[in-house]
């Protein structure tokens, strides 16, 4: 599946490499980082944001304890739905509740920030964007690819306080 550019469910960056020839490409090289456990560590904000928000939306008490559905190695949008499947909610209801999901979650990213749940960088990324930006190689473009919604993944790398080489255009 690819993202329409207008959304905001995932990467844009898979929307443009998709519909992209490889002439456009040419002669760039792409380094691509995951957002969780690649830039940043932010597993207790994630598991509290995205759990109060999914029982907000379905008005049922969802936690990881009472969900039987591996979080990590999935995209939000599929999280989402197998999350939803088992909790039994109607599948004429899975696509709606999804949408509002994806809509207020970074609302919940933030609120869970402010209650204590934070984000730190992870080892030694300064370091390797220390190393990059010195290399001053100019056909190296560097871009965030993760299974995050953009809003989502800008707001935990941003909260753990990204070194000033992530911050520059």
Known sequence: ?????????????????????????????FLLFDADGT????????????????????????????????LHGQMHLSLTRDILKCHKIPRAEIQSTVDKFLELHPSYLKLSHENGFGSGACPHVDDVLSWLVEQNIHLIRIGLLAGNSRAGALFKIQAAGPPPQMCST
Request: charged fraction near 20%.
């Open 39 to 70: 830039l940043c560590q932010a597993e207790s904000l994630s598991i509290d944001a995205f759990y109060g928000c999914i029982s907000d939306i379905t008005g049922r008490e969802i936690t990881n304890e009472n969900t039987e559905v591996a």
């Open 1 to 29: 599946m690819v993202a329409h550019p207008s959304q905001d469910h995932g990467s844009t960056c898979a929307y443009w490499l998709f519909h992209t020839s490889p002439a456009e490409i040419d002669p760039y090289k």
